[in-house]
């Protein structure tokens, strides 16, 4: 390996704004599997071996929609089966048709203390460790109910949005205290895609209604057992940024290239929560050559660094098979090489 992982001690400095590192922190092994190379797996694979994870993941087992675990029939968000259907779109698939099921679903939600919330806990290794789980609130709740019912039912039935997001809100806090006592976890990491390219899905009021509350009741907790809280959120959510920083939104990934301006966004909200960077993942990963990576990456660590720390690097989502081998190259090599001196140049 080329490089040393960062400690846990240096990444909570980073993420605190007390400082930087030695380098800048990179997890670009979050978002990239070398079994999406398909007949190039190996060669990928030996690529990322040369450089470190800068956190140890911890997956947690969140419930499926309706698939339970044998050990656990209840371990699931609806208390009924649902026949497979794959001919209908993903974000339309309905598990609640209508909201008078929600009663017998709260009555038989899964419980938190379910033995296999944590399949596998890695020993201790010094790096920070994430508890991670997709899907927190609008995601959930529009993966339960179908997206055009999800952005209509703020409008139509505030309050079983309510009732559904309070039995979220206590299910994923009693699994932060597990994560903490039975994993050691330094932070929780989650996500919930709430933009387009082009702006969010609804307006700042339905975000301070519906989701903002419950945000900063799973951060105050996180706080609580001396964690932080991370949010992948894809899109242009610019106009909720603020509200993320009031409630104390300690990480904030990816910052999606062409929906906002990276620099507006690290002038104005940069000094005051950590952007867990992610390089573009549409555009110049697929089509770009190796120096239009390394000219990004470059980019994006000038836009971004703040001596105080509060940048860290990724892919701002899955890299997919359509990036060739040379750009990733690039790109790992110009974060580490580049991340370095650029805090050296600025101790």
Not at 48 to 77: T, V
Not at 208 to 222: S, V
Not at 311 to 326: K, R, S
Request: glycine share 6%; hydrophobic share 35%; net charge negative.
């Amino acid at each position: 390996m080329l490089y040393k992982p960062l400690t846990r001690e240096q990444l909570i400095s980073v993420i605190d704004g007390n400082g930087c590192a030695n380098r800048i922190p990179v997890m670009m092994h979050f978002w990239t599997n070398a079994g999406s190379f398909v007949g190039r797996e190996a060669k990928y694979q030996a690529l990322l071996d040369k450089y470190p994870m800068d956190f140890q993941p911890i997956w947690i087992n969140i419930p499926q929609i309706s698939e339970a675990p044998d050990d656990d029939p209840e371990y699931r968000w609806v208390n009924y089966d649902i026949p497979k259907d794959d001919v209908i779109a993903y974000d339309a698939k309905c598990a609640i048709n209508d909201w008078s099921q929600l009663d017998g679903i709260l009555a038989n939600f899964p419980n938190p203390n379910y033995k296999g919330v944590f399949p596998n806990i890695p020993e201790e290794d010094g790096r920070y460790r994430l508890g991670c789980w997709w899907y927190c609130f609008f995601e959930r709740h529009w993966s339960l109910r179908g997206m055009t019912n999800a952005l209509t039912d703020y409008y139509t039935d505030p309050d079983s949005v309510h009732r559904l997001f309070r039995a979220l809100t206590d299910f994923y806090m009693a699994i932060m205290e597990r994560a903490k006592e039975e994993a050691n976890i330094d932070g929780i990491f989650t996500s919930d895609d709430l933009g387009t390219q082009t702006g969010p899905f609804f307006s700042p009021e339905i975000f301070n209604t519906f989701l903002k509350p419950y945000y900063k009741e799973l951060i105050d907790k996180a706080h609580s057992l001396d964690m932080h809280f991370w949010l992948h959120c894809c899109g242009n959510v610019e106009k909720f940024i603020p509200e993320w920083i009031d409630i104390g939104l300690d990480v904030l990934h990816p910052i999606q290239k062409y929906t906002m301006d990276e620099r507006i966004i690290a002038d104005k909200y940069g000094s005051d929560i950590t952007i867990w960077a992610g390089f573009d993942v549409q555009q110049i990963i697929p089509w770009g050559t190796p120096e239009d990576v390394r000219k990004e990456v470059r980019f994006m660590i000038d836009t971004y660094f703040k001596k105080s720390g509060r940048l860290m690097f990724t892919a701002g989502n899955g890299v997919t098979g359509d990036c060739p081998y040379e750009s990733l190259e690039a790109l790992l090599d110009e974060v580490f090489t580049y991340g370095e001196l650029k805090v050296n140049e600025n101790k």
